[in-house]
Each structure stands twice: as C-alpha cells, then as structure tokens.
C-alpha cells in the first residue's frame, strides 16, 4: 500500500521561513517525479514545484520562484520544499504527489501524479 505523508506546516509571520517535508512508503522513490501543490480556500489547486527522479530538473511556479526551493533524499525516500520570505498568500494546504512516466521529467499538472498525501496547513500572517 503507497502512503505519501506531508509534515513541516505551521503558522509563521510573514518574512518567515518554514521546510515542508514528504516521505513515501510503498513505492520505489527514485522511479517517481515528485511534486508540491497548493489550495488555498476557494481557488484551485495550484502546481508549486516539482522535481524529476534525479534531481537534475526543476519547475517552480513564477508565484513562488526564488523564494522556495525543492529538493529530494532519494536514500531516505523523502522530499523537501524550503520556504522563505512567506507571504499571507502563501497560505494554503500543501499537498506532495508522486508520478510516474517514461518520458516526463516532472510536472506542473496535477493529472500526471499517481499518488496524493493528505495534506500539511501553511499559514502566513500579516
């Protein structure tokens, strides 16, 4: 059975930094991309990052460049999202997927993910 379980969410102030952290059980880690999404009350979810199986390539939305970074520990089965410099509309739940495909590096689109946690709360106050 897959379990993909997101932890690391909290509330913080804004100009903060908090480190979300993913880890799987059930699959072969390094066969999946990896990825982090975003709802925030009343909006669709939204592609954060993503990182393919080798960490060799990166996505990050244009809301989040140069303030998050995304990495993985492939030994430890496990996916990281370094965030600084949080702003209020950063809050959302932040959800980590894994997917699997021969010929897709990784993906901003949530259709091309197999596996879904349940979820770790970021708040940013004002």
């Known amino acids: 059975q897959v379990q993909v379980v997101e932890s690391g969410g909290s509330l913080v102030q804004a100009g903060g930094s908090l480190r979300l952290s993913c880890t799987t059980s059930?699959?072969?880690?390094?066969?999946?991309?990896m990825g982090w999404f975003r709802q925030a009350p009343g909006k669709e979810r939204e592609g954060v990052s993503c990182i393919s199986r080798s960490s060799t390539h990166t996505y990050y939305a244009d809301s989040v460049k140069g303030r998050f970074t995304v990495s993985r520990d492939n030994a430890k089965n496990t996916l990281y999202l370094e965030m600084n410099s949080l702003k209020p509309e950063d809050t959302a739940m932040y959800y980590c997927a894994a997917g699997r495909s021969a010929w897709r590096s990784c993906s901003s689109s949530s259709s091309a993910y197999n596996y879904w946690g349940q979820g770790t709360q970021v708040t940013v106050s004002s």
């Open positions: 059930g699959l072969t880690f390094d066969d999946y991309f």
